[in-house]
């Protein structure tokens, strides 16, 4: 009989090494599968990315998210996490698939200092994910130095339809060099202008929302 039950227990063992591998194998194939798919997409958003001393869809690479880091924990300046839902002209169905670049300047607010791209460090891009959502950290950045601007975050959007187009800069709210004009929305359909909220974590955060233009 110990025989018996040994045998069974070695059968279940190897059952369920058997199993466990056909599993890791089909995920493998299919992380390869959406990693193919991903790249097709990105490369079709490439091709209405615009060549402009604001743009940056062309130059996104291979390997996107929807959630990004821009910023080291060793850099000066405030950290703040902003995310959002992306939707469609109608300001209420989400849109996954958009590709947003955006870049600001540092904590004196410079962009290039020590970097050979235009628009400096702070830069990267995001992919939507199914529910149009999107995030990232950074640290807050400042006016330019001769304070004509205030602080804001550069934002574009493109997608396999649409050509890569810039909206409303993130603008800080309490900025005394916000314009009444940049009070407005003029692209992005959602206030752009954020108040940030202290959570447990000590991190400011903040929701940017963006409705895509038809």
């Given amino acids: 009989m110990d025989i018996i039950n040994e045998n069974r227990r ?3 063992k190897k059952a369920a090494i058997s199993a466990a591998s056909l599993a890791l194998l089909a995920n ?53 996490e902003i995310s959002g839902t992306v ?9 996954p698939n958009t590709l947003i670049y955006l870049y600001h300047t540092d904590f004196e607010g410079y962009y290039g200092r020590g970097v050979g ?8 891009w995001m992919l939507t994910d199914k529910a149009g959502n999107y995030s990232f950290r950074t640290i807050k950045p400042a006016p330019y130095p001769e304070n004509r601007w205030a602080a804001h975050i550069h934002m574009t959007v493109t997608t396999v339809k649409l050509r890569e187009d810039s909206i409303d800069s993130i603008l800080f709210e309490g900025d005394r060099l916000i314009s009444p004009q940049e009070r407005q929305i ?9 108040s ?19």
């Fill in 10 to 12: 070695d059968f279940l």
């Fill in 28 to 80: 493998c194939r299919y992380e390869a599968a959406a990693q193919k798919t991903d790249e097709s997409l990105l490369a079709l958003i490439r091709k209405n990315g615009v060549d402009d001393n604001w743009t940056g869809a062309k130059e996104v690479p291979g390997s996107v998210s929807w959630r990004t880091v821009l910023s080291k924990e060793t850099d000066k300046g405030e950290p703040i």
């Fill in 87 to 95: 939707f469609q002209p109608d300001g209420k169905t989400p849109a």
């Fill in 117 to 124: 791209h235009r628009h400096g460090r702070y830069r990267g």
């Fill in 186 to 194: 003029h692209k992005g359909g959602f206030n752009a202008i954020l």
């Fill in 196 to 214: 940030f909220e202290k959570s447990r974590d000590g991190l400011l955060r903040a929701t940017r929302n963006i409705q895509l233009v038809a």
